[in-house]
């Protein structure tokens, strides 16, 4: 399947992320660095041709307040779509993580994802990104997170969109999606 060009947007640092705990559909304030972070998308959005763009952001405060800051002076109108929340993670939400079973294998911290109680789960988040997917008419700016964001880039992309893992999870930067491949911009 072909996709229109995207660039999507991690939020900026959470206080609960620099906590190490889930938020899934909870909130919490971006810290001063995930302030920077969204100004740091700005700056890279601003070198950007988004003639023909839309703009879409997650309701989630987290993003919507990163989405008023990266688009700020780009985007003349943002609209939410609940469609790029984060992945809901049940109980689990506002749980720091080391209090959580660490499945093994490769890697723990996403199997928590799979295995929270009452939570969302992959198969189910992929069903919610491939619907979101299939309704873009054109290129478009998304504002979302992490694990939402990793899932709409693999589908775009295939396992190639996670074969370098950021340090930073993909706040402060942008990822380029255009043509089945996939550009980190930073």
């Given at each position: 399947m072909s996709h229109p060009e995207l660039l999507i947007l991690r939020h900026g640092e959470t206080t609960w992320n620099a906590?190490?705990?889930l938020q899934g559909e909870l909130n919490s304030p971006l810290t001063e660095k995930g302030l920077r972070d969204a100004a740091r998308q700005r700056a890279i959005?601003?070198?950007?041709?988004?003639?023909?763009?839309v703009f879409l952001t997650s309701?989630?405060?987290r993003a919507f307040q990163t989405a008023g800051i990266a688009l700020a002076g780009i985007a003349d109108?943002?609209?939410t779509d609940d469609r790029l929340r984060e992945i809901?993670?049940?109980d689990w939400s506002g749980r720091l993580r080391d209090e959580l079973p660490m499945p093994p294998g490769k890697d723990p911290f996403m199997a928590q994802y799979e295995i929270a109680p009452n939570g969302e789960g992959f198969a189910r988040l992929k069903q919610r990104c491939r619907a979101f997917l299939a309704d873009l008419t054109g290129p478009a700016v998304l504002v979302t997170h992490g694990i939402t964001g990793s899932m709409i880039r693999g589908l775009v992309?295939?396992?190639k969109a996670h074969a370098a893992r950021t340090a930073h999870g993909g706040q402060g930067c942008v990822y380029h999606l255009k043509n089945g491949v996939q550009f980190l911009l930073e």
């Open positions: 906590e190490n705990r959005l601003e070198t950007c041709d988004l003639s023909g763009f309701p989630q405060g109108h943002i609209r809901g993670v049940g992309v295939g396992e």
